[in-house]
Nanobody, 134 residues
């Protein structure tokens, strides 16, 4: 069982920055995907960024160049650096993880972690709120 705990959310003005952290009790396996997802009230959950065990990343188009996902294996921590924040980035942000391979997510190719709805992920944190004011 993997436990995930997010932190770092808050309120900022448009153009500001925040760094989200996700402390993990461990990794789902030797091969895995981890990601950041967000959900605003009345909207469906959407993927923001993902990273696999080899450090290959994927980003939602609207955050490319502004957000950076990274991980520190020594600290079992996932990060999301968010710069140039916009009001439309306001949402609850969740960290997620899943094993990949025969008993987990089957990837179409290395690093292609699912980034759409997050339905493939089976470990989730409780979320951290990000609010961006104009």
């Amino acid at each position: 069982q993997v436990q995930l705990v997010e932190s770092g959310g808050g309120s900022v003005q448009a153009g500001g920055s925040l760094r989200l952290s996700c402390a993990a009790s461990g990794y789902p396996g030797s091969s895995y995907c981890m990601g950041w997802f967000r959900q605003a009230p009345g909207k469906e959950r959407e993927g923001v960024a993902t990273i696999d065990n080899n450090g290959i990343t994927r980003y939602k188009y609207s955050v490319k160049g502004r957000f950076t996902i990274s991980k520190d294996n020594a600290k079992n921590t996932l990060y999301l650096q968010m710069n140039s924040l916009k009001p439309e980035d306001t949402s609850m942000y969740f960290c997620a993880a899943a094993r990949t391979g025969m008993i987990g997510i089957l990837l179409s190719s290395p690093g292609q972690c699912p980034i759409e709805s997050g339905n493939e992920y089976n470990y989730w944190g409780q979320g951290t709120q990000v609010t961006v004011s104009s």
